[in-house]
């Protein structure tokens, strides 16, 4: 068998879009909501302090345009093959129908990094700000239950990984009340999140509105600081800084694990995914640098920032209504994240390469019931345990890597399928190479997925000669587990390959 065989046909694909059983209910903006819902998270409210603290400084807003730049390219990918191929499982799906099956897989256990991992990180955050919040209300949560088991030493967890006596209750319960909420279908919970989402969006402009008059421009300068080390500020930080916040943009392409419950997938799916990531884009540029501007970056290493930018300026109504909407918010992003996660994991299982529980419908809800229940159960107990840090790097390398792919996808189906009718396509055209086609907005996404990729896996190299092998080792036992997952199950139930041996 050939590393590229056992692919599924357009046919094979369509004729799954019309066959699966889930509810189409969802508009172009109830799709930009979930896109909005699941970008304007983690990376706003947790990660931009620490990408600031460790790696870019002020800078850490030219991180966030160079990572939404590379997104754009990928978005429009996005757009053309989710018009093309109308169907859930997301890059998944795209992968299945140019790489073939075991890359798909790949793609597949990728996206559980991108989705499922990715919220364990928003669930932290979530854990931090709502012990913020309960303090004005002197409650007092145990440090010992709302800090992950593994958490790093000082200075980053590349320079080592502690023990902790500490589990991340609160952050595990709020994953199990999110999946809980998926089980009563998606409409409902699209209306939810599109008002949470509402609010979020309010707040977060009302941040920047007030606190822009409170800028401290000694705070900006300088805007780069000077290396001190591999990776560590300077233009080399602005990068690795832009890798770290990377997975912060996922929330676009979240809008295309719904298309098999868009209204009308072909039109709504493009403009939600390309209205999605413009929007949050403007939100995470506006924030980041009013947030560095007023608080020195180096007091940044936090998992609530914008918290303490409040306590900078001194306005306490200002300080309730920004960590309620925090923490309302990231309920409606960890919404989103194992929303798109269980209906990716449906798609593997109507497949044959995950177990049939995760595709068994709920008869009266018409969700995927069990699958979201054990993803939910499964990303708790990651939450109570993994630090932050670690986990944004594993999704953000899992997300590129997956981006990577879907852009390769448009050139291998622009090639494999020239005539194919594309409601959208790409723009600025291409190029001929020996006959095949290449896009120059898909060669530049693969380009700048890689540039992504890079910082991450160097860092990892550091820490390894910093004695912390923790990082590598995860990464390595991921990849491991998922290896063994195809050729141990994946392949032998696959429904493809069955086909495949038994034509009739």
């Not at 309620?324 to 109507?350: D, E, H, N, P, W």
Request: with cysteine; charged share 10%; glycine share 8%.
């Amino acid at each position: 068998m050939t590393l590229f065989s056992k692919r599924k046909s357009l046919e094979q694909i369509t004729f799954d879009a019309k066959n699966h059983g889930l509810k189409r209910c969802l508009g172009p903006w109830r799709l930009t909501m979930i896109g909005v819902g699941s970008t304007v998270g983690a990376g706003i409210f947790v990660m931009t302090g620490t990408a600031a603290a460790n790696f870019a400084g002020p800078a850490v807003v030219l991180s966030f345009i160079i990572a939404a730049i590379a997104c754009l390219f990928t978005a429009l990918s996005y757009g053309e093959l989710s018009s093309t191929i109308p169907v859930a499982g997301s890059a998944y799906s795209y992968a299945y129908t140019s790489l073939g099956e075991k890359f798909a897989w790949a793609v597949g256990w990728l996206l559980l990094l991108e989705y499922g991992i990715s919220a364990v990180s928003v669930a932290s955050g979530f854990s931090s700000y709502g012990v913020s919040l309960l303090q004005n209300f002197h409650i007092d949560i145990p440090s010992y239950l709302h800090n992950p088991t593994f958490q790093p030493s000082l200075g980053g967890y590349g320079k080592g990984i502690i023990i902790a006596h500490s589990i991340d209750l609160i952050g595990a319960v709020s994953v199990l009340i999110a999946s809980t909420a998926l089980l009563f279908g998606v409409s409902e919970s699209a209306t939810v999140n599109a008002v949470i989402v509402t609010v979020k969006i309010g707040v977060l402009i009302l941040f920047v509105a007030i606190c822009i008059f409170y800028i401290q421009p000694a705070n900006l300068t300088p805007f780069i600081p000077p290396s001190t080390g591999p990776m560590n500020f300077g233009l080399a930080g602005v990068f690795r800084a832009a890798s770290t916040i990377f997975f912060a943009y996922i929330g676009f392409e979240a809008v295309s694990t719904a298309a098999s419950e868009a209204k009308n997938p072909q039109r709504d799916i493009p403009f939600g995914i390309i209205a999605s990531l413009v929007i949050s884009t403007l939100i995470y540029i506006g924030v980041a640098f009013v947030l560095v501007g007023i608080v020195p970056y180096q007091k940044l290493n936090v998992s609530d920032p914008l918290a303490i930018a409040i306590d900078f300026i001194h306005i306490p109504s200002l300080a309730w209504i920004l960590k309620i909407s925090a923490v309302v918010g990231l309920c409606s992003v960890m919404l989103v994240l194992l929303y798109g996660q269980t209906r990716i994991f449906f798609i593997m299982a109507k497949d044959g390469l995950l177990p049939p529980a995760f595709c068994k419908l709920h008869p009266k809800y018409k969700t995927p019931w069990l699958g979201t229940l054990i993803l939910g159960i499964c990303v708790a107990i990651a939450t109570a345990f993994l630090p932050i840090d670690i986990v944004s790097d594993l999704v953000s390398l899992g997300t590129a890597l997956a981006f990577a792919i879907v852009c390769f996808t448009v050139i291998w189906q622009r090639n494999a399928h020239p005539d194919i009718h594309r409601p959208f396509k790409v723009p600025f055209g291409g190029f001929t190479l020996k006959n095949i086609w290449i896009g120059y907005v898909p060669l530049l996404g693969i380009i700048c997925c890689s540039a992504m990729i890079i910082p991450l896996l160097i860092d990892m190299i550091y820490s390894i000669f910093n004695h912390n092998p923790v990082p590598i080792i995860l990464l390595i036992s991921y990849s491991v587990v998922g290896f063994l997952g195809y050729y141990c199950y994946g392949r032998k139930h696959s429904l493809l390959g069955k086909d495949i041996n038994n034509p009739s």
